[in-house]
Structures are given as structure tokens and as C-alpha cells.
């Protein structure tokens, strides 16, 4: 009778960690701005890699946008600005994005965003590895 309550013991344990397990990983794993398009397109593409840096330039037609994803430490520079109505954890805001405009993010947990306005814009993001 031990040996099966033992059994029954390891089982229940073993089936509790594989559960703790599988917890910690996020079934809704985000994609990256290079892996998120929009209505299934591509909107960035890759200038350079190479082991310190990715560089991305990536372009939004009016009515286009970029999917929810996430960022990673990065440096932003707009080569072609428009408007843009950005969703975040914040809430949904409207925001003019000027040509020449710089930023630098930590990282963003995520967001969304859709080109409102009427003509392209075109973004270069740098991240450091």
C-alpha cells in the first residue's frame, strides 16, 4: 500500500512541476517587430545584422499598420513622418510623428499602431545585442 501511495505522491508531484512549467511560458508569445506585419504583410525588412546590431527600416502606407508586438532596447529615427493612433497599456492615443523625429525605448512590453494619416511613413529602428 506504501509503495503505491508513493507512486501516487511522485506522479502528483511530477505532474504539479510539469504544470508549474508550462505557467511561466506564455501561450500568447509576441512577436517581434521584424516578425509582426500587417493583414499579413511585411512592414519591415532587415538593412544590416550582424553581432552587435539589428538594423530595420520599416515602411506604413496610409491604412497600414503594425501588429501587436514587442521591442527590445532600441533607437528609433523617423525618415518619413505621418499620424499615428498608437494602442498600449496606456489606453489608444492619436500622435503626429514628424519626419527627423528620434526616440530610444529600454523595450516595450507592446503595442500596436495604424497609420492615420495620408501619406507613407518609414522608420529606421536600431537594436543593440
Known amino acids: 500500500m506504501q509503495t503505491i501511495q508513493s507512486l501516487s505522491t511522485k506522479i502528483a508531484f511530477l505532474f504539479f512541476c510539469i504544470l508549474s512549467l508550462l505557467s511561466c ?14 493583414e499579413g504583410e511585411k512592414v519591415c525588412k532587415v538593412l544590416k545584422e550582424n553581432s552587435s546590431i539589428r538594423v530595420l527600416e520599416c515602411s506604413f502606407p496610409p ?10 532596447k532600441h ?4 525618415l518619413k513622418g505621418s499620424k499615428f493612433r498608437i494602442t498600449d497599456h496606456k489606453g489608444t492615443r492619436e ?5 527627423g523625429y528620434d526616440f530610444f525605448n529600454e523595450g516595450i512590453e507592446w503595442h500596436e499602431v495604424l497609420n492615420i494619416g495620408d501619406s507613407t511613413a518609414v522608420f ?6
Do not use: R
Not at 511560458?25 to 500587417?38: E, I, K, M, N, Y
Not at 491604412?63 to 527590445?72: I, L, S, T, Y
Not at 533607437?75 to 523617423?78: A, D, E, M, R, S
Open 25 to 38: 511560458s506564455s501561450p500568447d508569445q509576441l512577436p517581434d517587430p521584424l516578425a509582426a506585419g500587417w
Open 63 to 72: 491604412g497600414f499598420g503594425h501588429e501587436k508586438h514587442f521591442h527590445a
Open 75 to 78: 533607437f528609433g529615427y523617423t
Open 95 to 99: 500622435v503626429d510623428v514628424p519626419t
Open 124 to 129: 529606421l529602428i536600431i537594436e543593440p545585442k
